[in-house]
């Protein structure tokens, strides 16, 4: 009896496949030189794992892993022949990847405002990966530290934002990841405003001080920093204030202010020494304007209203009835004065103006030649009535009254 020859075993040529492709391993090329083979036997030894259909017979099938990247299997075939004698034989099959892999979005949602003290959540489930789910990290990158609540590897996750008694920011990293271990990542801020911060130390928590940035514990808010919620101590006082700017009522002009043109100017204003109403302004009633004022053309002032001493009240401008016009008042050509008016003392009313009825002039004031003086007019002492002003016969005009 002839001593058995080893059976030779042949898993067949290496091959290259795509991912998710269908594959099949071939050892039919094995065999016995004295008789047959009477069992094959194919197992994985390398590779991401796949499931083997017919893993007993000459030819074994399996699905190609979908791969993000070129994976290489390896299979070994045994056969066994009619005597019992085993061969084995190996072949490769290389995975191509079906498309690259692409890197997660990572969105760590929008900034966010809190108070000291408050939970905050944070949200970064819109991001996202085109070939399957992200994991997520958070990390706190800046700011006082504080504590999370839970997890800090969740979508969603919350933390508590620490009392520190200034106001500040918290900047929280995002990373997210692939299946693939391609990562990206995103970053949200957090402004914290602690209510007992005082950043000037003025006395004056930050969230009710009008300028948190400059001590001024009276919080003094005056002429166009009214209704702005700005204070004084924030605002250049010698700030323009536009033109068509309606400054309602109850305002305080303060000194060195420009008025654009057009401006409108409310009931009960007061403005300051020095204050210009330029073209076109508008004053309401009961207006109070300081000294060395300037009136200018077109201007309106309502009734009732009071210019201070030294105004100068340009040609054309036009004041309405029961104004008050202080001392050394120089009013323009043209301009007209309504009913009721006070002129002060020591006043010059220049060529033209137009007095209105039951008008007082003060003191020492002069009228210069072709202004009309209304019915009822009251010239006060030492009035200078030039040639040519039309005084009406029932003006009264006191003695001492120069008419030249
Ligand atoms: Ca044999
Ligand atoms: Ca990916
Ligand atoms: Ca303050
Ligand atoms: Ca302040």
Known sequence: MQKNQRPQADAGADQSVDGGAPVTIDGLA????????????????????????????????????????AANLEFRLTVTDNDGERASD???????????????????????????????????????????????????TSGPSFAWQGATDAATVSFTTPTTGADYAVIIGLTVTDTQGLSASDAVVVQVQDPNSDADGDGVPDDR?????????????????????????????????????????????????????????????????????????????????????TVKDGASVGDGSTLGRKATIKAGARLGAQVSVGEKTSIGEDALIGDRCAIGDDSTLKQQVVLGMDVIVGRNTQIKAAAQVGDRASIGEAVTIRAGVVVPADAVIPDGTVVK
């Open 30 to 69: 094995s065999s016995d030189p004295d008789g047959t083979l009477s069992a094959y036997a194919w197992v994985q030894s390398a590779g991401p794992t796949v499931v083997l259909q017919e893993a007993d017979q000459a030819q074994a099938r399996f699905t190609a892993p979908t791969v993000a990247s």
């Open 90 to 140: 190996s072949v490769s099959v290389a995975v191509t990847p079906t498309q690259p892999n692409t890197p997660p979005v990572a969105i760590a949602g929008p900034d966010q405002s809190a108070v000291a003290g408050a939970t905050v959540s944070l949200d970064a489930s819109a991001s996202h990966d085109a070939e399957g789910p992200v994991t997520y990290a958070w990390q706190q």
């Open 209 to 293: 001080d009008n300028c948190p940035s400059v001590p001024n514990p009276g919080q003094e808010q005056t002429g166009y920093n009214l209704g702005r919620g700005l204070g004084d101590a924030c605002v250049d006082p010698n700030v323009k204030i536009p033109a068509s700017v309606d400054l309602g009522t109850g305002v305080t002009i303060a000194k060195g202010v420009k008025l654009g043109d057009q401006v409108t100017i409310g009931d009960n204003t007061r403005l300051e020494q020095g204050a210009t109403i330029k073209d076109g302004a508008t004053l309401g009633a009961d207006v109070s304007v300081g000294e060395k004022a």
